[in-house]
């Protein structure tokens, strides 16, 4: 199992990003693949969640509104659609792939990325 991020980088605050997450290795639709962010200093923090079979998505509080996750199955891959951004956005992005337990946890994914950087500054 596989999972590689690209996308990031800097923008102002205001603008836009996507990142992907190309994932392979899994057999089937039936998964659920998280993104995290962790900013300098601070732990690793939850974003958005979607699951691969029937699309169903979930967000963080702080990014609802300005993110979108969505999946191409034909592809494998997810994205992660940033709007709005602002400076505490700034952390180094992560997807993952769901295991079990609660699905806000690091602890509960098991396969990760090596990350992407987003840097939103003026």
């Known amino acids: 199992v596989q999972l590689v991020e690209s996308g990031g980088g800097s923008v102002r605050p205001g603008g836009s990003l996507r990142l992907s997450c190309a994932v392979s290795g899994f057999e089937s639709d039936r998964y659920c693949v998280g993104w995290f962010r962790q900013a300098p200093g601070k732990e690793r923090e939850w974003v958005s969640q979607?699951?691969?079979?029937?699309?169903?998505?979930a967000y963080t509080d702080s990014v609802k509104g300005r993110f979108t996750i969505s999946r191409d199955n034909a592809r494998n891959t997810v994205l992660l659609q940033m709007n709005s951004l602002k400076p505490e956005d700034t952390a180094v992005y992560y997807c993952a792939q769901y295991y079990s337990g609660g699905f806000t946890s690091p602890l509960s994914y098991d396969y990760w990325g090596q990350g992407t950087l987003v840097t939103v500054s003026s």
């Open positions: 979607i699951s691969m079979d029937d699309g169903r998505t």
